[in-house]
Nanobody, 126 residues
Framework: QVQLVESGGGLVQAGGSLRLSCRAS????????MGWYRQAPGKQRELVAS???????NYADSVKGRFTISRDNAKNTVYLQMISLKPEDTAVYFC????????????????????WGQGTQVTVSS
């Protein structure tokens, strides 16, 4: 069973830094796009950054120049380095991954699905 496990959230003052990590574990054939989303209270979940298996990246305009997404394909892990944090960055951050994994349906067949982590709280105080 595929799982995404996040770590690295916490409380930081404005201007500070945090690094989030998310590792995909379980029986996996391939990890395709990985990304980070966030959801602040009363707001919709939004894409923060994403990265392909070939390391092409995409960022929300609000975090460009402050956040850097990277990945270690050998470890099925994605990172989000956040600097110059602002109070408006406060949210629950969710890891997302597009993963091809073996699914049993009479026999094991590859199945491509979207997986989510449990979320990690990032709080930036002013």
């Amino acid at each position: 069973q595929v799982q995404l496990v996040e770590s690295g959230g916490g409380l930081v003052q404005a201007g500070g830094s945090l690094r989030l990590s998310c590792r995909a574990s379980g029986s996996i054939f391939s990890v395709n796009v990985m990304g980070w989303y966030r959801q602040a209270p009363g707001k919709q979940r939004e894409l923060v950054a994403s990265i392909t298996s070939g390391a092409s990246t995409n960022y929300a305009d609000s975090v460009k120049g402050r956040f850097t997404i990277s990945r270690d394909n050998a470890k099925n892990t994605v990172y989000l380095q956040m600097i110059s944090l602002k109070p408006e960055d406060t949210a629950v951050y969710f890891c997302n991954a597009d993963i091809t994994a073996p699914i049993y349906s009479g026999s094991f067949v590859p199945s491509r699905n979207d997986y989510w982590g449990q979320g990690t709280q990032v709080t930036v105080s002013s």
